[in-house]
Structures are given as C-alpha cells and as structure tokens.
C-alpha cells in the first residue's frame, strides 16, 4: 500500500507540468480555510449556482481544473475573486480521469486544510447542514480526531422527461430534479482498502439493470482534512493511507455521514453524453456515457411508482441514507 501511494504522489508530482495556470489567487488561503478542488470541462451553464451553494457552506476557495473548456467555463472562473484556476488540454484519461491533476493541487494547497473534492453536479448536504455551516462540521470532525467524512452519492431526477424542463444558469437544479431513488442500494466492503462499495438508484435499475454489477459506485468520501501524503486513489471512491477509508462504524453503530445530491439528470445530460462519446475520456471507453445515450432514447423518464420526492436531510436521515452518529 506504501509503495502504490507513493507511485500515485509520483504521477501527480509528473502530471503538474500539464497544468497551466490561468488566475492563482492562491495567497489569499489562510491557515483554517475549506478549500474545494474541483476538475471539469464545459460546465458554465452550472456554475454561478456550483459557486454560490460552496460559498455559504462556509468554503472559502476553488481549485479548478479546466480540461479545454469551450464554453467560456475558464474565462467565468478566472473573474471570481475566490477562485484560482489551472488549465489542460492533456488527456483526462491518462490523468486519472483528473485525479493526477487533482492530487497535486491537495498536495500543494490543501495541506492541513479540510478540502472538499467535487464534480459541479454534486452538492453535499449533512446532518444539520440548514442551520450549521461547514466550519462547525470540521470543527466537530476535528475535535472528534476524525480526518473524513463520507458521503453517499444520491442521484437526483425529474418527473417526466428530463429534456421537458430547461435549466437556467444560475438555478438550483433540485427546483427540476427533486426525485430520487428511496431504496435498491446494495453495499458490500472492499477488503483490500476498506471502503464500502454502494450500487444502485435509478443508474442501476434503468441503464444497468442486466448488469448491475456494473452500475456506477456511489460511495464517496468527498471531505478530507488533507495530508500532502494523502492520494485519491479511484475518483473520491477512495483513499490511501486506507486508514481514511474506514468512515463507517462496523461494530453496530452508526458514523455521521452525510450525501452528494447528484444534478446530473437534467436537460443538459443528451449534449454531454454525446460529447463524451465522442472524446471517450471516460473509463472503459465511456462505457458508462453509452449507456445514458441508449437508455435515455428509450428511458427518457427515470421517476418511478417508487420515487420519493426531497425535502431536506433529515428525510435522509430517517431513511438510512446518512447519520448524525453522535454529532448533536
């Protein structure tokens, strides 16, 4: 495990020279401030709203990477006061699907910092997380000699077809997919790293239901108080040293954990899923990409008889989807 850690600090050292920066407003981070790093492309449409929900969560700076946007994303970035960004047109692919770049930028920045890694369709909610902001989470973490937190990835969908609403710029997405899979989660550990490994949702039962197996991992560990010896190993699936892929409680009790409301389904989704067709930077020849484009001819409405519409995070908690543990 020392030696696989090392090589990913090695390729993440190699991949910096990729990375150009556009605006590094890095010397404005201060000593206790929640940093979110963030690799993306073509996302302007979402991030004003990406932004703004971070920003009153309490974090104080972006990380970005931008991989050959073509949507003024990069050019938006850069005339946010608290954002620095890097830019790429090297191959996601090769790069870990990003994580190289990202590993270097938590290694250089984020060292003893809280950092929160991110897609910009991903928006953590957590136990109490309506009345307390971020801070008050990593303080509690901190006092609790806790160093992350884990988050289920929990996809969000319309009712109807998702092409029916438009989504506006600067629109919370959940005002259009409010929906989402109550149940069918299957969780089995890892027993190399340690960490659980969830499946399910309306991903699993509409564009993998042969072959669940193959479904995407919605386990996350999105929040980390990083170590520049740390490495993101596979997406936020998991880490290295594996000590911080043990985020749950396995002698019957019950961590605090919170999820990542996933803003994929929305119109937008058919233009990305031919795009990344096309550059096929996505793993396993963004297999996973194909099966949106197929399914969503045929499968244009993921709501179901058993969706259940969000209210807030205690709904999540009553179901089982995350826990305040002994957070109170």
């Not at 995407?216 to 911080?244: C, D, E, F, Q």
Request: hydrophobic content about 35%.
């Amino acid at each position: 495990m020392r030696l696989q850690r090392r090589r990913w600090r090695l390729r993440a050292l190699w991949r910096r020279r990729e990375l150009t920066p556009v605006q590094d407003r890095t010397a404005d981070i201060r000593g206790q401030d929640i940093l979110a790093c963030v690799c993306l492309r073509n996302e302007r449409v979402r991030l004003p709203y990406f932004l703004d929900y971070y920003r009153k969560l309490g974090v104080r700076h972006f990380l970005v990477i931008d991989n050959g946007s073509d949507d003024g994303s990069r050019e938006w970035l850069a005339e946010q006061a608290d954002v620095s960004v890097w830019t790429t047109t090297a191959s996601y692919k090769r790069a870990r699907y990003g994580l190289d770049w990202q590993n270097w930028l938590l290694r250089r920045y984020g060292h003893g910092h809280w950092c929160l890694t991110v897609d910009p369709d991903e928006f953590l909610v957590y136990p109490f997380c309506d009345t307390r902001p971020l801070r008050a989470l990593t303080d509690w973490l901190d006092a609790s000699s806790v160093r992350a937190f884990a988050a289920m990835m929990l996809d969000m969908y319309p009712k109807g077809r998702i092409d029916e609403q438009p989504y506006a710029e600067g629109q919370d997405p959940f005002e259009i997919a409010c929906w989402f899979d109550s149940g069918n989660y299957t969780i089995k550990r890892n027993n190399r790293l340690g960490n659980l490994w969830i499946q399910g949702g309306p991903r699993a039962r509409t564009f993998f239901a042969s072959r669940p197996e193959r479904a995407p991992a919605l386990n996350k560990i999105p929040l980390v108080k990083w170590h520049r010896s740390y490495a993101y190993v596979s997406s936020t699936h998991m880490l290295l040293p594996r000590g911080l892929n043990l985020v749950y409680d396995d002698g019957g009790g019950e961590k605090a954990s919170g999820c990542l409301l996933h803003a994929k389904f929305l119109d937008t989704m058919t233009t990305k899923a031919e795009e990344e067709m096309q550059r096929r930077q996505h793993f396993a020849a963004s297999v996973e990409y194909a099966a949106y484009r197929d399914g969503l001819k045929t499968h244009p409405d993921l709501w179901c008889k058993w969706s259940e519409k969000y209210i807030n995070w205690r709904q999540l908690e009553i179901l089982g989807l995350m826990s305040k543990g002994n957070w109170a």
